[in-house]
């Protein structure tokens, strides 16, 4: 199972930017998809997840209204689309697989990371 993250980058506060997460060697519809990041000093923290369907999303508090998670189960991508991106949004943004039928927020309910792209908001 490979999850590949880019797509992410230098934005002034303000801007926005759009993740993407390529998924290989699973069957990607059969799993939800999460997105996570860990800021320096920071433990991981949850940012949003998505059912199979897409039907369902879950996100952190801090990011609703500015960031919306979607997927595509016919080209194996998971994206997240960030808006009105502010500093403390710097950090480095993983997504993940999980293959429980609970969209989690939690790390421990994935199974499958990504290596992680960086985002740094400037202020």
């Known amino acids: 199972v490979q999850l590949q993250a880019f797509w992410g980058g230098l934005v002034p506060a303000g801007g926005s930017l759009r993740l993407s997460c390529a998924a290989s060697g699973l069957t990607f519809s059969t799993y939800i998809m999460g997105w996570f990041r860990q800021a320096p000093g920071k433990e991981r923290e949850f940012v949003a997840a998505i059912s199979w369907s897409g039907g369902r999303t879950a996100y952190t508090d801090s990011v609703k209204g500015r960031f919306t998670i979607s997927r595509d189960n016919a080209k194996n991508m998971v994206y997240l689309q960030m808006n009105s991106l502010n500093v403390e949004d710097t950090a480095v943004y993983y997504c993940?697989?999980?293959?429980?039928?609970?969209?989690?927020?939690?790390?421990?309910?994935?199974?499958?990371w990504g290596q992680g792209t960086q985002v740094t908001v400037s202020s």
């Open positions: 993940a697989a999980n293959s429980s039928a609970i969209i989690g927020t939690t790390t421990g309910l994935y199974d499958y």
